[in-house]
């Protein structure tokens, strides 16, 4: 019998490290800056509760096997619609209290209209705008990406 508890206790604990990723390296999560005619698109996130109404770069989690191209890529396909080609990284990456690491790339529209799918809300964004955004409506996360995208609209 002890070797049966012993074997079910093995499985137990090695489903259970499975399960929790942060166990692992911390996990990726891409965001877009998508730029067009000199403005930045901004989502308005719907879930969690903490986070919903607030604005952020779209995007999400990295999955297994993918690039931060290619899971940026189906992100904006998932939740906006469109179609985007992903260039170089913005801003610094930011370190998530859960153990997530987040990168922001800009983008620019190959094809197709961004759309609300999974958000509140969208909205594109003059510099102007952006600086006048009260930094308590932007995800906590994204806040220190926001004057670089200043920077990058000025030059747009
Ligand atoms: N997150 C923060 N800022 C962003 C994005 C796209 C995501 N610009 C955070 C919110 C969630 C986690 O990363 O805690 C995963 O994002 P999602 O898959 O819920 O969009
Ligand atoms: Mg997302």
């Known amino acids: 019998i002890a070797t049966f508890v012993t074997m079910g206790w093995l499985i137990a604990t090695r489903a259970a490290r499975g399960a929790h990723r942060t166990d692992d390296r911390p996990q990726d999560v ?3 800056a998508i730029v067009d005619d000199g403005r930045v698109l901004l989502a308005q996130r719907a879930h969690p509760a903490e986070l919903a109404g607030k ?3 779209p995007g999400g989690r990295v999955e297994s096997g993918e690039t931060h191209a290619t899971a940026l890529t189906r992100e904006i ?3 906006l619609g469109a179609e985007i080609e992903v260039a170089g990284r913005i801003g610094a990456e930011v370190t998530h209290p859960n153990g997530l690491m987040l990168y922001a790339y800009r983008a620019r529209l190959r094809s197709g209209t961004p759309a ?4 509140l ?3 594109w964004f003059s510099a102007d705008e952006l600086r006048r955004l009260d930094l308590d409506d932007v995800v906590p996360a ?3 990406w926001i004057p670089e995208l200043c920077a990058v609209l000025d030059d747009a």
């Open 30 to 32: 891409v965001a877009a």
């Open 55 to 57: 604005w952020e770069l």
């Open 77 to 79: 396909r998932e939740e």
């Open 116 to 119: 609300a799918l999974e958000h």
């Open 121 to 123: 809300d969208m909205q």
């Open 142 to 144: 994204d806040r220190d």
